[in-house]
C-alpha cells in the first residue's frame, strides 16, 4: 500500500463521486465510508465523513468538509487510454451531468475535479524521430478538445 494518496475535498457529494468514480475504471473499488460520529462542519451525525476508495489501483481518500472550494488546473489527475473508445467512453462519462470540456484532453468532470484523458500513443507522435511530423501534431494536438488518436496519426504522416 502507498503511504501517499489524495484527498479531494467535497462539499457533500464524496460518496457520490466515488462511487462514480470507481464504475469508470477496472480495479477499482470503494474500500471504506466513515461517517460522522457527532454533529460538525463536515455534516451531521450519521453523514458520510469519508470515503476511501482505490480507483484504478491508486488509494483515494474523498472528504465531506462542509463547503465547496473549487478545485484548479494545479492538480488533475491523468488517465491513459489504450485506444479512442476508451478515451470516448471515459471523456462522455466525465463530462456528462454538467461537466466541461477544455482543450487538449482536459476537462471538468460534475463535481468540479480536473482530468485528462491521455491515449497512451500521444507520445508516439508527439515525440517521434520525424521533428516536422512531430510538429504538426502538436499543431493539431493544439486545436482539439477531445483528443483525436487517428488526427494525431495523420497530422504526424503529413495525411
Given at each position: 500500500m502507498s503511504k501517499i494518496s489524495p484527498c479531494l475535498w467535497f462539499g457533500g457529494e464524496a460518496e457520490e463521486a466515488a462511487n462514480f468514480y470507481v464504475s469508470l475504471l477496472p480495479d477499482s473499488r470503494i474500500e471504506k465510508v466513515q461517517r460522522n460520529p457527532v454533529d460538525s462542519r463536515s455534516g451531521k451525525a450519521g453523514t458520510v465523513l469519508v470515503v476511501e476508495f482505490t480507483l484504478a489501483g491508486q488509494r483515494f481518500m474523498a472528504l465531506n468538509g462542509g463547503m465547496r472550494f473549487e478545485y484548479t488546473h494545479a492538480v488533475s489527475f491523468k488517465i491513459d487510454c489504450a485506444d479512442q473508445a476508451e478515451v470516448d467512453r471515459l471523456w462522455d462519462a466525465l463530462t456528462a451531468n454538467g461537466g466541461q470540456a477544455e482543450g487538449c484532453g482536459w476537462l471538468r468532470d460534475r463535481f468540479g475535479?480536473?482530468?485528462?484523458?491521455?491515449?497512451?500513443a500521444l507520445p508516439k507522435y508527439l515525440g517521434g524521430a520525424d521533428g516536422a511530423g512531430a510538429q504538426?501534431?502538436?499543431q493539431a494536438l493544439l486545436g482539439m478538445v477531445k483528443i483525436d488518436i487517428e488526427g494525431l496519426r495523420r497530422a504526424y504522416e503529413g495525411a
Open positions: 475535479v480536473y482530468w485528462q484523458i491521455v491515449p497512451t504538426r501534431a502538436m
